[in-house]
């Protein structure tokens, strides 16, 4: 069974952190590129971050860089989405997804992400002060 799981939402103040992790198997781990994904009420689905199997590099959306950091843990059980210094702009469903067509992010990963197959339920970030 092919299945991601995000964990890690919740409440957070703004200029709050809050750490995202999504589960998977280690075979989705190792053979595809990662990317997280949100998506607020009455918004399009927008490209986060997005990080490469093959070499470990990332691609991150001009919104959230510098900000945001995503990783992986060495047994390869979970891709991470660490978010600081959180804005009011922030708060959505957060998904992670697998791209079955790569291992390694390209500059497309997150702006026309045709070939995610596999995707979570989804965690929600809410900011609020």
């Known amino acids: 069974q092919v299945q991601l799981v995000e964990s890690g939402g919740g409440l957070v103040q703004p200029g709050g952190s809050l750490r995202l992790s999504c589960a998977a198997s280690r075979f989705i781990l190792d053979d595809y590129a990662i990317g997280w994904f949100r998506q607020a009420p009455g918004k399009e689905r927008e490209g986060v971050a997005c990080l490469s199997s093959s070499d470990g590099s990332t691609v991150y959306a001009d919104s959230v860089k510098g900000r945001f950091t995503i990783s992986r843990d060495s047994a390869k059980t979970a891709v991470y989405l660490q978010m600081n210094s959180l804005k009011p702009e922030d708060p959505a469903v957060y998904y992670c997804?697998?791209?079955?067509?790569?291992?390694?992010?390209?500059?497309?990963?997150?702006?026309?992400?045709?070939?995610?197959?596999?995707w979570g339920q989804g965690t929600q970030v809410t900011v609020s002060s």
């Open positions: 997804a697998a791209d079955i067509a790569r291992r390694r992010c390209t500059e497309y990963s997150l702006s026309y992400p045709v070939d995610y197959r596999y």
